[in-house]
């Protein structure tokens, strides 16, 4: 049975370690507060740059090569990641590997020189990322929907960044950052699988942070700077790529597992309403998805599909069609029993993968200062009726609160409109 240690040391640092028994393999998780909500406009995209700046040396790894040669030598796995609140940096690999995991990780993030000459080949590198999604409509509409949910600002705007901070920024930019947000107390570290309680020792020798306190804050969510429902980006591609869906609760709403089950009871998987009607029985996509994304201060529910060019006015009406539904006649009793299953199901399948363990609890941490357990969120899930899902559908799903945002060649977007009026 899964077992979880923790421990806060005096500087603040969140220490949590999970024994997976049976598992021969550890991830070491490093999470830390920061990301694009805590970006003002003009360094817009500095949390990703400085993810990528980490794996160009420290004290003992000095070079990108070291980095990479110590991982490979592992067999390891080792990745970062920047979202709107979060960043993480882990190292997957076998138990034996754990010290020097661990050795690479702190040597990346509080020994990091950010070296100039570095810095300079990165700026083409994310140039090249930022191109590749670019090229990438179904990423794109993705950052368009968000974009006109929430507006200009920091939520709203993609991790990436602008052209502009990944041309200019500096290594004094870099350090003044680092300097604000990775501290103890806005940092938690987490190992999960082949592990037992003194493995927090190992943590706290390698993690040897300077006392500091978070001098920055995520910029808060103004829901007044929205002030568009309707986004068209033209675009020659092969498919209509469109998201359709309204702002919906936080991660801290104590509603939101309401909104992961009626999300996936909408579009969640390959028997929910929207691939039955929209795919199977019209036939008008390949992939069509509903999904709840979360935040501290508010949440999104969104249908993302792929559609074909000539019936995009015939997916849409199909697909608020089905929003309208869920407002107006609600769900059944066996629609939820299903959905119940299936995420309990997903969750179940989450605790074989230390990766996903470590993520689960480090970001319980986090972000709600909590350790929630995988059967502690599956409680929830279960104790859903159909009245608190046919409540919140009411309240979620009205005409005047739906959002789309669609790239393709050009339509009658007049025509498109009519989904969201």
């Known amino acids: 049975m899964m077992q979880l240690h923790s421990k806060t040391l005096p500087n603040k640092l969140r220490i949590r370690v999970v024994e997976m ?6 991830t070491s998780l490093v999470l830390v507060g920061a990301g694009s909500r805590y970006e003002e406009k003009e360094i817009s995209g500095i949390s990703h740059f400085l993810e990528h700046m980490f794996f160009k040396g420290g004290e003992i790894y000095t070079t990108p090569k070291m980095v990479s040669e110590t991982i490979d030598a592992l067999g390891a796995e080792c990745n970062a990641f920047t979202s709107k609140e979060f960043v993480g940096y882990y190292v997957k690999s076998g138990k034996r590997h754990l010290d020097t995991s661990l050795d690479v990780l702190s040597d990346m993030l509080i020994s990091a020189k950010f070296p100039p000459e570095e810095i300079e080949k990165e700026r083409g590198v994310i140039l090249e990322e930022m191109a590749m999604y670019l090229d990438l409509p179904m990423y794109q509409v993705g950052w368009d929907f968000e974009n006109l949910l929430f507006g200009d600002q920091p939520i709203g705007r993609d991790e990436i960044g602008t052209k502009e901070l990944i041309t200019t920024v500096t290594q004094q930019d870099f350090f003044d950052y680092k ?5 103890p107390e806005n940092t938690v570290i987490i190992l999960a699988g082949a592990v ?12 040897a942070f300077e006392n500091g306190v978070r001098s920055k804050n995520a910029l808060a969510y103004d829901p007044a700077l929205a002030s568009e429902r309707f986004s068209i980006r033209i675009r020659p591609t ?5 998201h359709f869906g309204v702002v919906g609760l936080s991660l801290r709403d104590e ?5 992961l089950l009626l999300s996936t009871i909408l579009g969640g998987n390959m ?9 199977e029985a019209l036939g008008l996509c390949y992939s069509i998805r509903t999904s709840s994304t979360g935040y501290t201060d508010v949440g999104v529910l969104t249908t993302r599909a792929g559609v074909k060019l000539g019936k ?8 608020r069609y089905e929003y309208d539904r869920a407002a107006q006649e609600g769900v059944t009793e066996e629609e939820l029993r299903k959905a119940q299953s299936y995420l309990c199901g997903k969750e179940d399948l989450q605790t074989e993968d230390t990766e996903q363990v470590a993520l689960h609890y480090g970001l319980n941490q986090l972000l709600h200062e909590r350790d929630e357990s995988f059967e502690d969120l599956k409680k929830k899930i279960n104790a859903v009726t159909t009245d608190q899902l046919n409540s919140l559908a009411t309240e979620l799903f ?14 009658d977007d007049a025509k498109a409109r009519e989904a969201i009026s």
């Not at 028994?21 to 550890?26: E, F, K, M, R």
């Not at 009205?398 to 339509?411: H, K, M, S, V």
């Open 21 to 26: 028994p049976g598992s021969n393999a550890v």
């Open 238 to 242: 092969e498919q209509y790529h469109l």
């Open 312 to 319: 995009v006015h015939d997916a849409l009406a199909a697909i």
């Open 398 to 411: 009205a005409p005047e609160r739906y959002n789309l945002a669609l790239i393709g060649p050009d339509i």
């Open 179 to 183: 300097n604000a947000l990775y501290t």
């Open 271 to 279: 028997s929910s309403r929207m691939f039955q009607h929209v795919r």
């Open 255 to 259: 509603r939101y597992p309401v909104q």
């Open 196 to 207: 037992t309680e003194s493995d927090i020792a190992r943590i706290e020798k390698h993690f």
